[in-house]
């Protein structure tokens, strides 16, 4: 592929054939409510209420006006929500969303990454057991309230035998003491901690009672090695749960007229497919209720339910030469991850450069904004240009960048968007 090819123009869609009329499109609804907003805006406060009737037909009249420029350009960035398809049906933009085991390198399936993870841990007890029960506390333990207790109580005890080594008491735990049942023995992989580190289980005789009870009781050996005690229990603090990585599922595909279309998996939305075909469903009726006067907290409300819609974005970045780099992130990522992710695949990496969102604004690198609070979600098209002034300070230094902004290795593997 030459360095300088042109990124083909990106054609409208064809006009659709008539159709019986439905219910507005999200484009539609979100024109409405801009419209809305200005009219809102417009209004002098000093007068008394307008006509709901006026205010509904100025609103269909605006709302018409926007949807048809909306819909004779396209703009980059376009990320009205698709209907989710099946992972393995044709033409999707990326085939389902995918996590990397921290442990084994394995790529999972969303559906798989609890179990593999379970398994990679409960595998790593033949080969470091302290390590493994950790782990399984942290990790198999979901209430993270009751884990930091537990945890927090098993340190107390290895304090209490670290500072007073010579006292027997220290060293036996009895299993049915309260404190014992409630915030340890109701945790998994507590009693392989306790195993692992040196104690044993035994039965022993209990001060004025007939049966002994059983009780947890340091080893001579674990006691003559009070640093790995308090090694182990610095671990135990520390840890974090397990956790499956995302899989960005980088790819670089050449300039492409579909740059700004997603078909996408149902993994991208937290609603099943029937839920967002109810939703669109009652959006039938969207013009008449986006029409009724709504107060701020009403339209913040429901935006922010609108952000909570998706747990997933995928997210293009269209440089100079047409081609397109894409990758797959969580909705509430900040935009210093897309940062992060372009500069891995640029040659100059050292050189400042911006990302332009739909219509030219400009996303800051600094931003501590998430991918759903700038509307870039469940996908987005994004442009990249270097920086005016550092393309100012090369030029008159009577030098040029590199045609090619992508490290050879990304373009080698370069695909056609399909």
Same mark, same amino acid.
């Given at each position: 592929m030459r360095a300088r090819e042109k990124a083909p123009k990106e054609r409208p869609n064809p006009p659709?054939?008539? &159709?019986?009329?439905?219910?507005p499109t999200d484009e539609a609804q979100m024109a409405a409510a801009a419209a809305l907003a200005r009219l809102e805006q417009k209004q002098p406060r000093a007068r008394g209420p307008t006509s709901q009737d006026s205010i509904r037909n100025q609103v269909r009249k605006e709302l018409r006006a926007e949807a048809t420029v909306s819909g004779s350009t396209?703009?980059?960035?376009?990320?009205?929500?698709? *209907?989710?398809?099946?992972?393995?049906?044709?033409?999707?933009?990326?085939? $389902?969303?995918?996590?990397?085991?921290p442990l084994t390198g394995a790529t999972l399936r969303k559906d798989q990454r609890d179990a593999r993870i379970r398994e990679a841990i409960l595998s790593h007890f033949s080969t470091d057991p302290v390590a493994a029960s950790i782990m399984k506390i942290h990790t198999f333990n979901k209430d993270r309230d009751k884990v930091k207790l537990g945890v927090d109580t098993i340190a107390k005890y290895l304090d209490n035998i670290h500072?007073?080594?010579?006292?027997?008491?220290?060293?036996?735990?009895?299993? &049915?003491?309260?404190?014992? &049942?409630?915030?340890?023995?109701?945790? *998994?992989?507590?009693?392989?901690?306790?195993?692992?580190?040196?104690?044993?289980?035994?039965?022993?005789?209990?001060? #004025?009672? *007939?049966?002994?009870e059983e009780f947890y009781v340091l080893s001579v050996a674990a006691l003559a090695q009070p640093q790995s005690l308090e090694r182990h229990k610095?671990?135990?603090?520390?840890?974090?749960?397990?956790?499956?990585?995302?899989?960005?599922?980088?790819?670089?595909?050449r300039p492409s007229p579909m740059a700004s279309q997603f078909d996408l998996p149902g993994d991208f939305f937290n609603l099943t497919a029937d839920e967002l075909r109810r939703e669109q469903r009652l959006r039938a009726e969207a013009v008449e209720r986006l029409s009724v006067l709504r107060t701020k907290a009403m339209r913040e409300k429901e935006e922010q339910r609108e952000m909570r819609r998706y747990t997933y974005t995928l997210l293009r970045v269209r440089f100079p030469d $047409?081609?397109?780099?894409?990758?797959?992130?969580?909705?509430?990522?900040?935009?210093?991850?897309?940062? $992060?992710?372009?500069?891995?695949?640029?040659?100059?990496?050292?050189?400042?450069?911006?990302?332009?969102?739909?219509?030219?604004?400009?996303?800051? *690198? #600094? %931003?501590?904004?998430?991918?759903?609070?700038?509307?870039?979600?469940?996908?987005?098209?994004?442009?990249?240009?270097?920086?005016?002034?550092?393309?100012? #300070?090369?030029?008159?230094? $009577?030098? %040029?960048?590199?045609?090619s902004i992508l490290k050879?290795?990304?373009l080698a593997a370069i695909e056609k968007l399909s």
């Open positions: 659709a054939l008539r &159709q019986p009329r439905q219910g396209e703009a980059p960035g376009t990320n009205v929500a698709p *209907e989710p398809r099946e992972e393995g049906s044709a033409h999707l933009a990326v085939p $389902g969303v995918y996590f990397t085991c500072l007073h080594p010579e006292e027997e008491k220290y060293r036996k735990i009895k299993l &049915q003491n309260k404190v014992f &049942q409630e915030r340890i023995n109701c945790l *998994e992989g507590t009693h392989e901690f306790f195993e692992a580190i040196g104690f044993q289980k035994a039965l022993l005789p209990v001060p #004025d009672q *007939e049966s002994p610095e671990q135990l603090l520390h840890a974090e749960p397990v956790r499956a990585t995302l899989a960005r599922q980088r790819r670089v595909f $047409g081609c397109l780099l894409q990758g797959t992130f969580y909705a509430r990522e900040r935009v210093a991850a897309l940062y $992060g992710f372009v500069r891995e695949a640029l040659q100059s990496d050292w050189l400042p450069f911006e990302l332009l969102a739909s219509g030219g604004q400009k996303l800051s *690198e #600094d %931003e501590n904004l998430a991918f759903n609070e700038c509307g870039l979600v469940p996908s987005a098209l994004l442009t990249f240009s270097w920086d005016a002034a550092v393309l100012e #300070d090369i030029r008159a230094a $009577g030098t %040029e960048l590199d045609s050879p290795e990304l």
